[in-house]
């Protein structure tokens, strides 16, 4: 079965980062986005920035997303390094069949350990229907986020669509601070 390494595997935090969003998967392809959230049908880069009432990233370069991160001292990890899948299922991006497929999960909480600055994880997805691997994975980074005294919270995922519904969650979760989902 091939192995998929995750796209951006040897990327590493700023080591400034306050805020870290986390995900699951992107797949080292011949389409994959060009960094964390850019895919299509995916909204983080229009949700973000208005959480602080800025103008939506989703079409802009990536330098420019970049130095919105710098700004605000947020940055990205995904859980999950590699899949192993099988042959002619390359492309399969559904969650259930990713966490059934996992082959090497990355370390987060040795990641958190070389973020000193860092306050607050957000981990991308708010359900995990079908996926108990990246649950007990994240439950573990979330426990290990609470005896760092770090908070931990889950979002409204950005895939597929934006709403207002899913702005004010993540205004009220990132920025506000008076809602967090626990895991």
Not at 125 to 137: L, Q
Request: net charge negative; glycine share 4%.
């Amino acid at each position: 079965m091939p192995v998929i390494l995750h796209k951006f595997r040897d990327y590493q935090p700023d080591p400034q980062t306050e805020i870290l969003i986390l995900g699951t998967f992107v797949p080292e392809l011949k389409d994959s986005p060009d960094f964390f959230y850019g895919r299509t049908r995916n909204f983080l880069w229009h949700l973000l920035p208005q959480c602080w009432g800025l103008e939506p990233l989703k079409d802009e370069p990536l330098a420019r997303k970049k130095e919105f991160m710098s700004a605000y001292n947020i940055d990205f990890a995904d859980i999950i390094r590699s899949i192993d899948v099988p042959e002619g299922e390359q492309l399969v991006s559904d969650d259930a069949f990713i966490d059934g497929h996992v082959s090497e999960w990355n370390d987060i909480r040795a990641l958190i350990g070389t973020l000193p600055n860092l306050k607050a994880v957000y981990f991308t997805k708010k359900t995990f229907n079908g996926v108990p691997f990246m649950r007990e994975h994240v439950k573990s980074i979330a426990d290990h986020c609470l005896a760092s005294n770090i908070r931990f919270c889950k979002l409204e995922t950005p895939a597929k669509f934006y709403s207002p519904e899913k702005l004010k969650q993540w205004t009220d979760t990132i920025v506000l601070q008076t809602s967090c989902l626990r895991v």
